[in-house]
């Protein structure tokens, strides 16, 4: 298959034999959930899913195979740019290996791989999956598991109201409120999180000083002098964009006195762990995720090799920051090692959990209940973790109930582990939540369910089965 025909037949086969796997397993099953209406006469939704990356993506088919299909999907971003792949992410490769299966919840034609080689691609000759290639096949995963994303819509507030969730919405077509029985907040790594800015730094934040996660004009660097804080994968993608883009020259600076060689984390992808962290006493889930970010986690080796032989580059260790002024042509950053001047700096340091950060959390934050409120031993950024049920949701105070919003984001990786964290175990964690949503939702209608059941009268015999018999119940003709 060289030719674009041939690609297109290709996918065209892999959707069709998509669609029989569907068929035989009966999807899409019978809905089962009650239609609800709020006091205007206006449809509630079972489930209102926040974000349209790949987390939400996977939640939406993992519900829908669930039964449960009455689902409002939101997502803040024009289509194609849902999550971070074509927006911040600026590594050339996904950094998880291509072997993992990711979002296909079990079905092999769902696959990275199945539609890889569907467009007729040599999946031996592949090393590392290239960015733009996974967003496209997010893109086709939306359309094959009947995704229906709303784009462009941001939510501004989530307001519990009895039994039921209150969202206010903004799209292109003005406010609009919803209500739903479910809420799941699927905004990525950045969802409930603030990024992190060295205090010396923040003064200056905007033209001068750039988070990793902002959008960045890169050609505007042409030509200077750029320093990029931190030793993440976030801040070698970030240098080798900028030095790809022309820069002058930059210069990466980090606290540690060495580079880190481990990613700790790689040893976590393994059924056990994914099935068995959950069911951990508190004190081990902190003590092996503690234990992972005190080795600090390397940079992918593909991002330090895209910029470790250009040598417009310097690697500065055992720096921080202490000071910062505004000089006549940049700024001028006073650290332990002197002076370093730059025209722009980028910040590679990461995102810090803030549950205060998010507007749309506004009116609940104060009452969720974190890590630190419930284990004496979470201390430092591990205390501003949400302190999570077993299906993503989220516990309040004694006085409110916020059960019914569930955070399918990196929030959960201290209750949960790595179910909405990453690649590895996305499909696992779709299926945990969906499985704990419909469990919820079938209790909570369990007297609608139980008069379904007492008014269950279709017969399985007609009467007319056995000749003569007269004694039937119910009574037959």
Same mark, same amino acid.
């Given at each position: 298959?060289? %030719? ?7 996918? &065209?086969?892999?959707? &069709? &034999?998509?669609?029989? %796997?569907?068929?035989?397993?009966? @999807? ?20 209102? #899913?926040?974000?349209?990356?790949? =987390? ?65 691609? %040599? ?5 590392? #999956?290239?960015?733009? +290639? ?70 200056? !934040? ?10 960045? +004009? ?65 004190? %081990?889930?902190?003590?092996?995720? +503690? @234990? ?53 700096? !980028? ?30 031993? &979470? ?27 569930? =955070?399918?984001? @990196? ?11 990453? #690649? ?24 609608? @369910? ?28």
């Amino acid at each position: 298959m060289n %030719d674009a025909s041939d690609m297109s037949n290709g996918l &065209a086969q892999l959707e &069709a &034999a998509l669609a029989q %796997d569907l068929a035989r397993l009966n @999807h899409p099953p019978t809905e089962w959930t009650p239609r609800r209406y709020d006091s205007s006469g206006h449809p509630v939704a079972d489930v209102a #899913i926040i974000g349209g990356g790949m =987390c939400g993506l996977a939640a939406a088919f993992a519900l829908r195979r669930m039964g449960i299909a009455n689902i409002r999907q939101i997502d803040r971003r024009p289509p194609g740019l849902e999550g971070p792949w074509l927006t911040y992410a600026r590594m050339q490769t996904l950094r998880s290996p291509k072997h993992l299966t990711g979002p296909a919840l079990g079905f092999p034609n769902l696959t990275f791989r199945a539609w890889w080689e569907a467009k007729g691609r %040599d999946w031996d000759r592949l090393d590392r #999956i290239l960015r733009p +290639d996974w967003m496209a096949y997010l893109r086709w995963y939306a359309r094959v598991t009947g995704a229906l994303v709303e784009n462009n819509v941001r939510l501004d507030a989530v307001t519990p109201i009895s039994d039921v969730i209150q969202l206010a919405l903004h799209g292109t077509d003005g406010p609009e409120t919803l209500t739903a029985r479910r809420v799941v907040l699927a905004t990525g790594r950045e969802g409930q999180a603030s990024p992190r800015v060295p205090p010396p730094l923040d003064p200056f !934040i905007g033209a001068e000083v750039r988070h990793s996660s902002d959008d960045i +004009d890169f050609a505007a660097l042409r030509g200077k002098e750029v320093v990029v804080i931190g030793l993440a994968a976030s801040a070698f993608d970030n240098a080798a964009t900028a030095l790809e883009a022309g820069a002058a020259r930059v210069t990466l600076i980090g606290r540690a006195n060495a580079m880190p060689r481990l990613n700790k984390m790689k040893q976590t992808v393994y059924p056990g762990f994914t099935h068995g962290f959950v069911d951990l006493p508190d004190a %081990d889930k902190l003590a092996l995720l +503690d @234990h992972v970010m005190q080795h600090r986690i390397a940079p992918p080796r593909a991002s330090v090799l895209r910029i470790s032989q250009d040598p417009n580059v310097s690697l500065v260790l055992g720096v921080e920051v202490t000071h910062a002024t505004r000089g006549t042509t940049g700024l001028n950053l006073t650290t332990s090692k002197g002076i370093i001047r730059a025209d722009r700096v !980028i910040l590679g340091t990461g995102f810090a959990i803030d549950l205060d950060a998010p507007a749309e959390l506004s009116a609940v934050a104060g009452d969720i209940l974190r890590w630190g409120d419930r284990v004496p031993q &979470a201390t430092g950024e591990w205390a501003a973790f949400p302190y999570l049920g077993t299906g993503f949701d989220l516990q309040g105070n004694d006085e409110t109930d916020l059960s019914r919003i569930h =955070c399918f984001t @990196h929030t959960a990786q201290l209750s949960l582990g790595n179910l909405a964290n990453d #690649i590895p175990a996305v499909s696992e964690g779709a299926d945990r939540l969906a499985r704990a949503i419909a469990a919820s939702l079938f209790v909570e209608d369990r007297a609608y @369910h139980k008069q379904r059941l007492m008014e269950y009268a279709e017969p399985e015999l007609l009467g007319d089965e056995w000749p003569g018999l007269t004694a039937w119940d119910p009574p037959s003709g």
